[in-house]
């Protein structure tokens, strides 16, 4: 079994977790293959897709445990209670919502919240939050997460929406530990997505690499 602190471990370490909002497994599966042929093993199948669930338990059958499939647009801890049980390793949501904090640290799986105020940050952090998500990252843009971490440096930073190749260098150097990535990981075929997803990894470590 997969431990939270291994899930969480594996996230930081390539740095970028796909957002999938595609309408099939087939979709999902297709999608996935090619982030993880450029480097990418973690993905977020979205709540918005119809029987996300099976989505998620077709997607741990097909790749296992070299794919970290998590559970995104998690509205509410029932919600995060069926993306569990069908197999998700973490649940993300556009909010912060008590329930689902205390349901994913029940259950030891991580939770990230979507914040953008240091108001919710707080008391996500406070509900035992493993990384908070800025959402919706493209409204302040990278230089908020140096805003946040002058107040609270000890916070663990994930930013989605408004991510792109131009910018998630910048991102990263200003505290970021990931970076979620949607639309731009979902397009063109097979081969344009894994030489995007190896874009995203080959810059996120040149940027961690001049710390």
């Not at 993905?43 to 995104?72: D, K, R, S, W, Y």
């Not at 689902?100 to 990230?112: E, I």
């Not at 107040?151 to 930013?159: D, F, N, R, W």
Request: glycine share 10%.
């Amino acid at each position: 079994m997969m431990t939270k602190w291994n899930v969480l471990k594996r996230i930081e370490e390539v740095g970028v977790v796909a957002v999938v909002r595609a309408e099939s497994a087939e979709k999902a599966i297709f999608i996935s293959k090619a982030c993880l042929a450029g480097g990418i093993d973690a993905v977020e199948i979205t709540f918005t897709v119809p029987g996300a669930q099976q989505v998620i338990e077709a997607m741990n059958l097909e790749f296992g445990e070299a794919l970290l499939v998590g559970a995104g647009t998690v509205l509410d801890s029932e919600t995060a209670r069926i993306a569990i049980l069908a197999g998700a390793k973490y649940i993300v949501s556009p909010s912060f919502d008590e329930a689902t904090a205390k349901l994913c640290n029940r259950y030891q799986v991580p939770y990230m919240p979507g914040c953008m105020t240091i108001t919710e940050i707080v008391r996500a952090m406070e509900f035992g939050a493993s990384v908070i998500k800025v959402f919706p990252g493209s409204a302040f843009g990278p230089s908020f997460i140096k805003a946040i971490k002058g107040p609270l440096p000890q916070t663990v930073l994930m930013p989605t929406g408004g991510v792109d190749l131009g910018n998630v260098g910048e991102w990263i150097n200003n505290g970021c530990v990931a970076v979620g990535v949607g639309g731009n990981l979902a397009k063109g075929t097979p081969e344009e997505i894994t030489k995007t997803a190896k874009a995203f990894v080959d810059k996120i470590k040149e940027a961690r690499s001049r710390r």
